[in-house]
């Protein structure tokens, strides 16, 4: 019963760690769960180590198995070491919980602290978390500026939590945007490597949309700003007035009003 207990605490903890909305999340600060408290309590004068170890990566990877999440994300966990000259007096149960401001997701800690023995302690455990699964890899370098097409990439299997900038999924999110900077061979399209391309400058003329309650006026004005495919512009009409529209596509603008 013992052993059962801690598996369904745990299984408890990894279900919050595959969750999308929590890999995503910033910072969580108290219990994984409610009552998530693990028992370690080695004989002896002080904890083993390897004890904690061996049951941290058990737990996560028992429940990481038989868990499902939306996300074609396939989760991986590795505990990592205490600092070795760390002596823990007994615990009768040991409570893991999420160090504020921290994030599950690449390197991360763990927190365990001593909630019932003799002497009260609190440590950190580092972990890294892998989240695998396809996306786009550059198939040769691309310059700083260039225009993507989607020659450029092929899906591949990457760790989507290797860096903070988050993956860029879908190809209609990158293809026709430019580099921000030179990217190599081999490395994974993420957010901050790709942004929508300048159609139009300051002073072009461009053609403005404006729809309304059964009818469309289609005239021309000069743009104001910089024209960004599906942000916003500000264009001057021909009385003078300055307006703020989206940017469609290479030369026009639409109002709304």
């Known amino acids: ?55 941290a990566q058990r737990w996560v990877d028992d429940a990481l198995a038989s868990s499902t999440d939306s996300l074609p994300l396939r989760m991986e966990v590795s505990v990592g070491e ?6 823990l007096a007994p615990c009768a149960l040991v409570e893991p919980y999420i160090p504020p401001n921290t994030r599950l997701w690449g390197k991360s800690r763990l927190g365990l602290r001593c909630v ?10 580092p972990i890294t978390v892998k989240a695998l699964g396809p996306a ?8 700083q ?25 879908n190809v209609s999110d990158w293809v026709g945007q430019t580099a921000t900077r030179t990217l190599s061979a081999g490395q994974a399209l993420r957010q901050d490597m790709v942004r929508a391309a300048q159609v139009f400058q300051a002073g072009a003329q461009v053609r403005v ?4 309650a059964g009818f469309e006026i289609v005239t021309s004005a000069q743009a ?5 495919i599906g942000q916003s512009a500000r264009v001057r009409m021909d009385n003078g007035r ?11 603008v639409r109002l709304a009003l």
């Open 242 to 252: 300055v307006l703020t529209g989206q940017v469609l596509d290479g030369r026009t």
């Open 224 to 228: 104001v700003s910089s024209g960004v």
């Open 82 to 87: 205490l600092d070795r000259r760390l002596r």
């Open 116 to 125: 019932q023995g003799a002497s009260k302690w609190n440590v950190f455990l």
């Open 209 to 212: 949309l404006a729809h309304g």
């Open 1 to 55: 019963m013992e052993g059962l207990a801690v598996f369904n605490q745990l299984l408890c903890v990894a279900r919050r760690l595959r969750a999308p909305g929590w890999l995503l999340a910033s910072a969580w600060t108290g219990l994984f769960c409610s009552g998530a408290l693990a028992q370690m309590q080695p004989p002896g004068d002080a904890i083993d180590n390897s004890a904690i170890y061996a049951n």
């Open 136 to 143: 786009w890899v550059l198939k040769g370098m691309v310059t």
């Open 145 to 169: 500026g260039a225009t993507m097409s989607q020659e450029d990439a092929m899906m591949v299997e990457v760790d989507w939590a290797e860096f903070s900038s988050p993956i860029v999924a």
